[in-house]
């Protein structure tokens, strides 16, 4: 597509449930990355995708945290057993390693973001 | 660790100048970013310096000083619309691949 896409844009729940949030990356962009956005706060990393496969998962906060990617494309990031402390903006961003127009190389393009809300 | 420190906000007058510093303590260091982010949106691309000096882009200019840590962007003849966060992040070079860290961003607010 165009941009990097994310699904869904708002996401309410409980307590204790889990929740899978999508996201699309530009296409043919070998790199993915997620972070989480606290209100107000700066980027929080969480993984890097190279393909399919993750090299640094360093960020994810703990084991209810988990993340795959399919086809070199579509990723998901799961959050079992919510806690209110999850609630954030989850954003994606995708690399290319070739310059694209507007970018240098290396640089990542965000998509919109999955509000989270954990009542 | 990596440290990167920017202003938390700053307020400006619309057609005045801004000048947001950052400063990063971070090791493996190969190049750094700035990033715009409207409330509710997803940050876009504005800058990217590797190399020590100026990068002049319209009315957004971004600096740099390896030695000294230390980057700004600067906007000119503010607009409105400029009221925004505004991410510095740098490109670290790892061996799991390159890898960006954001300091927590300044909010600018421009009034009228």
């Known amino acids: 597509g165009a941009g990097v896409s994310q699904s869904p844009s708002n996401k309410v729940t409980e307590k204790g449930k889990d929740v899978e949030l999508r996201c699309d990356p530009i296409?043919?962009?070998?790199?993915l990355y997620w972070y989480r956005q606290s209100l107000g706060q700066g980027l929080e990393f969480l993984i890097y995708?190279?393909?399919?496969?993750?090299?640094?998962k360093s960020g994810l906060p703990s084991d209810r945290f988990s993340a795959e990617r399919t086809g070199g494309s579509v990723s998901t990031l799961t959050i079992q057993r919510t806690q209110q402390e999850d609630s954030a903006v989850y954003l994606c961003?995708?690399?290319?390693?070739?310059?694209?127009?507007?970018?240098?190389?290396?640089?990542?393009?965000f998509g919109p973001g999955t509000r989270l809300t954990v009542l | 660790g990596q440290n990167i420190d920017q202003p938390t906000e700053m307020t400006a007058t619309e057609g005045a100048i801004v000048q947001i510093n950052c400063t990063y303590q971070t090791s493996g260091f190969n190049g750094l970013f700035w990033y715009q982010q409207h409330a509710g949106e997803a940050p876009t691309f504005l800058s990217y310096n590797v190399l020590d000096g100026l990068e002049e882009k319209g009315r957004f200019s971004s600096f740099l000083s390896r030695s000294k840590g230390y980057s700004y962007l600067l906007l000119k003849e503010l607009q409105m619309k400029d009221s925004a966060s505004y991410l510095c992040a740098v490109l670290l070079r790892k061996a799991a691949g390159n890898k960006l860290t954001f300091g927590g961003g300044t909010r600018v607010l421009v009034k009228p």
């Open positions: 296409s043919g962009h070998t790199a």
């Open positions: 995708f190279q393909g399919n496969s993750a090299p640094d």
């Open positions: 961003a995708s690399r290319s390693r070739a310059g694209l127009a507007g970018g240098p190389p290396d640089t990542q393009y």
